[in-house]
């Protein structure tokens, strides 16, 4: 399924949705790289150097 725009169309819905309910911005979290990185980047999001995620193991 991946290429067809599939994705690409279903973010763009949401988003109009979320707009709709005067929604501001979206944060999602993603790995680093790879396809998942270069979607969303196509998309219009960017990298926020603001926000820092962190993790520990246990």
Do not use: D, H, P, W
Not at 25 to 36: D, E
Not at 38 to 45: A, H, I, L, S, V
């Amino acid at each position: 399924m991946q290429g067809k725009g599939y994705g690409s169309k279903l973010l763009q819905f949401l988003e109009e949705e979320l707009q709709k309910k005067n929604v501001k911005s979206i944060y999602l979290l993603t790995s680093n790289g790879g396809l998942a990185k270069n979607f969303y980047r196509k998309n219009g999001y960017i990298v926020n150097n603001n926000r820092i995620v962190m993790k520990k193991n246990l």
